[in-house]
């Protein structure tokens, strides 16, 4: 904890920023949780990767960041594994199966 605060006191100065200051271990946990949650992670793995026991208290971590236009998305569909396995290697990430077809996302 005092390499933190030591840390938050150098950059602040440097940057001569001084809410960089107001930066706990909760904050990194809360823009953590915030983070993985927009860039897709389902509530049930940050409520695991945060260790809470009730998903009400993920929920309350993940707000914290407004959809901005970088939240959009390029979709695409396969059919085979083939055709999955080629998404997944262009970056793509796996949604769900719906009428026979893989769904998959990608940020723009």
Not at 18 to 31: F, K
Not at 49 to 74: A, F, N, R
Request: net charge positive; with cysteine; charged share 30%.
């Amino acid at each position: 904890m005092h390499s933190l605060r030591k840390q938050r006191k150098r950059v602040a100065k440097k940057l001569q920023n001084p809410g960089i200051q107001r930066i706990t271990c909760h904050t990194l946990r809360h823009w953590k949780a915030s983070i993985e949650y927009h860039r897709g992670a389902k509530l049930l793995e940050i409520k695991q990767m945060l260790g809470h026991t009730s998903i009400k208290s993920t929920i309350v971590y993940t707000h914290l960041i407004e959809p901005t236009e970088s939240d959009k998305y390029i979709s695409r569909a396969t059919r085979s594994v083939a055709g999955a396995r080629a998404l997944i290697e262009a970056g793509f990430q796996y949604v769900c199966e719906m009428d026979g077809l893989k769904l998959f996302r990608k940020r723009k």
